[in-house]
Nanobody, 125 residues
Framework: QVQLVESGGGLVQPGGSLRLSCVVS????????IGWFRQAPGKEREGVSC?????????WYAHSVKGRFTISRDNAKNAVFLQMNSLKPEDTAVYYC?????????????????WGQGTQVTVSS
């Protein structure tokens, strides 16, 4: 059974940091591209950062998070991480991780087959 479980969300002040984790089970992480997406109230789900399967070594970042967020993977732990620094109120959203089998690091929601339940990130003073 394929499962993705996010954790690490919470309430943080502007300028603060959070590290999100996505632990996967039911498939070999090495062969899957993994993406982080977010959805704010009243807005569409958007790609935040995506990383290719291990053999391809590619990453993509949304313009709004480039230089502040870093995606990484640890196949031994079956996990993908999103380090978020210099957080802004506009980063407030539910963050989801998702996966698909195959090459590339596409970062559109429709490209992904498996989804977690999401973790809330709130940036507020």
């Amino acid at each position: 059974q394929v499962q993705l479980v996010e954790s690490g969300g919470g309430l943080v002040q502007p300028g603060g940091s959070l590290r999100l984790s996505c632990v996967v089970s039911g498939f070999a992480l090495d062969y899957y591209a993994i993406g982080w997406f977010r959805q704010a109230p009243g807005k569409e789900r958007e790609g935040v950062s995506c990383i290719s399967r291990s053999s391809d070594e590619g990453t993509w970042y949304a313009h709004s998070v480039k230089g502040r967020f870093t995606i990484s993977r640890d196949n031994a732990k079956n996990a993908v991480f999103l380090q978020m620094n210099s957080l802004k109120p506009e980063d407030t959203a539910v963050y989801y991780c998702a996966g698909y089998y195959g090459p590339g690091h596409a970062c559109q929601p429709d490209d992904y087959d498996y989804w977690g339940q999401g973790t809330q990130v709130t940036v507020s003073s």
